[in-house]
């Protein structure tokens, strides 16, 4: 199903979505971030178009199945969080799949947006969300603090967050709330302590959704929560005393999205723009199953 979305349709929706999390948040020194995929049309005046319903999909990963899912409803606009163009194209051919889904795409008149780090990095973004989950939505919190500041020095934007809690849990008892806040009935820990895992110990928890191992270098904590690490980092954490959550990278993100669902639908509101729906995938899911 091929859609029509006019220039001026895209910009409004585009101007929410950086009203929220602007591009400047974003770490420019690997990612690639904003409006990867323009299908928009210039026009001088096509009120019948820019009346008409603006869809928008939102998913994590912008897979084959994903863009076959936002065809078939309409979408003007798919919202991935993770980029999918992140190397220079000297060819688009069919044999590549990401580039297949571009060819689709462009075809189907399909515009991608794509936040990524300025979501992880913003106030209100993905790992506040993590910080809400692990705190009981901030009630046994001391203080929490950006890892990795913003160059800016915005206040309160960066990547990462290191909190205190009010009151120790146990590691038995983070886990449980890791997997409640992320709807997940498997996870992995490591730690030092397995025959002590309902010994309250936990005061100190570093944050950081995705890879988070770069982040957390020189921050010393209790608890290192993330999506994944790989073999050594989570050896050392462990070594030194420490614990680890991982979830899988894509799960430290994808719950968000009904929180960005909420925040997309009322900076509309505020902007009156209307006409817009937005869905979130029902196909994305994380790449890695437990069997």
Not at 78 to 89: C, N, Q, S, T, V
Not at 243 to 262: D, P, Q, W, Y
Request: aromatic share 6%; with cysteine; glycine share 8%.
């Amino acid at each position: 199903m091929s859609v029509r979305t006019t220039a001026r349709q895209l910009q409004g929706i585009v101007k929410c979505i950086e009203q929220l999390y602007p591009v400047s948040y974003a770490d420019h020194s690997w990612d690639n971030t904003g409006l990867l995929v323009d299908s928009s049309f210039d026009t001088k005046n096509d009120q019948e178009i820019e009346n008409s319903p603006f869809r928008i999909l939102l998913t994590v990963d912008l897979t084959q199945s994903v863009v076959e899912e936002a065809m078939n409803a309409g979408s003007n606009l798919i919202l991935a969080y993770h980029p999918f163009i992140f190397r220079g194209l000297k060819s688009i051919g069919p044999s590549d799949p990401q580039q297949k889904s571009l060819i689709k795409l462009i075809q189907s008149g399909i515009s991608v947006y794509c936040p990524h780090t300025a979501i992880d990095a913003a106030k209100g973004g993905v790992n506040d969300w993590l910080v809400d989950g692990i705190s009981d939505g901030g009630r046994n919190l001391t203080s929490k603090k950006v890892i990795e500041a913003n160059p800016d020095g915005v206040p309160e934007v960066g990547m990462g967050r290191l909190i205190k809690l009010k009151n120790q849990i146990s590691l038995a008892e983070a886990v449980r709330k890791v997997k409640c806040s992320l709807g997940l009935k498997y996870i992995q820990i490591a730690t030092n302590s397995m025959g002590e895992t309902e010994t309250p110990s936990i005061k100190t928890i570093a944050i950081c959704a995705g890879s988070g191992a770069g982040v957390f270098k020189g921050v010393d904590a209790d608890l290192y929560y993330t999506g994944e690490m790989s073999h050594h980092e989570a050896l050392y954490y462990k070594e030194r005393g420490s614990h680890v959550i991982a979830c899988n990278h894509s799960n430290t993100e994808r719950g968000f999205l009904k929180m960005l669902k909420t925040q997309l639908a009322k900076q509309f509101s505020l902007n009156e723009i209307d006409h817009v729906t937005i869905r979130i995938s029902k196909t994305d899911r994380d790449p890695y199953e437990v069997v």
